[in-house]
């Protein structure tokens, strides 16, 4: 059974984008089943960061309308939504310097962390390793 059928798990933007994204080959497939899980089994969290960032790259990489990305994101919004707040920057920059990740991804683990999840599920970080109590995974 996968961390993300039994607990609540953050999913980075890269797994939503490979989920869409039908030229990405197994990873599609991989990202596909996996978000359709995490929806079955109702333990998604996400961001607003994380909606920003999925936004841009629908819109670039994917080349979607607007309109087509507004159907997509909208389910999203019933997932767990954390909202960064103006304590969130500093708080990743402490994580950034504390774990030596990126600023962007210590304020995805800043909002993983205050999500309650027990797993960030992405392709950024060393899957199996522990990040301020959240276990990293690399589902693809």
């Known amino acids: 059974m996968a961390v993300w059928d039994e607990h609540r798990v953050f999913v980075d933007t890269n797994i939503l984008l490979y989920a869409m994204d039908s030229d990405a080959g197994a990873k599609h497939e991989r990202a596909r089943g996996v978000v359709e899980q995490i929806w079955s089994a109702r333990t998604g969290v996400i961001s607003t960061q994380i909606l920003s960032e999925w936004i841009v790259n629908l819109r670039r990489k994917l080349e979607l309308d607007w309109k087509r990305i507004g159907s997509i994101l909208q ?15 500093p708080a990743a920059v402490e994580i950034a310097s504390k774990h030596r990740v990126s600023y962007w991804d210590a304020l995805v683990l800043c909002a993983a962390k205050k999500g309650g999840v027990a797993a960030l599920l992405t392709e950024d970080l060393n899957s199996g390793q522990r990040i301020e109590g959240i276990e990293i995974v690399n589902p693809l």
């Open 75 to 89: 389910p999203y919004l019933a997932w767990t939504v954390v909202v960064l707040e103006p304590t969130d920057p």
